[in-house]
């Protein structure tokens, strides 16, 4: 895994240089991925704002994502359907060009769902959309949320130098 503050200067370089911006909801990465991101000299002129998204109540004052809502999409936090709602609302919040939104479980234990300590799911909304799930296959929480980062900064990354 690269170091997270590299892959946190390569993001930024690429926003800077695109004159673009992202907005950030994260929850079991834990504000790893905005202070990463906000470790980049010059952060302001790309980082729009950020939330850890820990919970229902939260999600609900934050981006305005009601249970019901939830509810009638059949969605539950750390799937793909959810986290790409997450990246849009946040994305929209902030009026960003780009938002990326994680959720998961990062350990010693899993998530009230069932799924296992090292399993996150990242989304990133913008010019172009996509997802992606992951396990880590650790139950060390520290770890796991500086995994997390690594791969949303990292997925972050490839979109960037892709569009």
Not at 4 to 15: K, P, R, Y
Not at 35 to 52: C, D, I, K, M, N
Not at 73 to 94: F, I, N, Q
Request: proline letters at 2%.
């Amino acid at each position: 895994m690269k170091d997270i503050t590299i892959l946190g200067e390569t993001a930024g370089s690429l926003l800077k240089a695109r004159k673009e911006t992202i907005a950030v909801a994260e929850s079991s990465a834990g504000g790893l991925i905005s202070s990463t991101l906000l470790a980049v000299p010059g952060a302001s002129e790309f980082y729009l704002g950020g939330a850890v998204v820990y919970t229902a109540r939260a999600r609900e004052a934050l981006f305005r994502i009601k249970q019901d809502e939830v509810d009638r999409a059949g969605l539950r936090s750390a799937t793909e359907p959810y986290v790409a709602l997450l990246a849009e609302r946040c994305k929209t919040a902030l009026a960003a060009d780009w938002g990326i939104a994680e959720s998961g479980a990062s350990g010693p234990f899993g998530n009230r769902y069932g799924d296992p300590a090292g399993h996150t799911v990242i989304a990133i909304s913008g010019a172009y959309n996509c997802t992606r799930s992951m396990k880590t296959g650790n139950d060390n929480r520290a770890f796991n949320m500086s995994a997390f980062t690594g791969a949303a900064l990292g997925l972050l990354i490839e979109i960037l130098e892709a569009k």
